[in-house]
């Protein structure tokens, strides 16, 4: 589609070492937000459209991953 742009694959928000922020809203309601932090190999900051030297792939076993 026009305008639009593929993300790649290797990006922080797919990755086993990344933690998705999500905000409470009210009872029982979160919202996930675009932020997160990185626990490899040191606490970071990161946005989930970001790309990292230190990306892994989520492990499809993995219960954290959707």
Do not use: I
Request: include cysteine; hydrophobic fraction near 20%; proline fraction near 8%.
């Amino acid at each position: 589609m026009k305008g639009w742009q593929t993300l790649p694959e290797e990006r922080c928000g797919n990755c086993k070492h990344f933690r998705k922020h999500y905000l409470h809203l009210y009872k029982d309601c979160y919202r996930a937000t675009d932020y997160g932090h990185c626990v490899h190999p040191r606490l970071k900051n990161r946005r989930a459209q970001e790309n990292c030297p230190h990306w892994t792939a989520k492990d499809k076993e993995d219960p954290r991953s959707p």
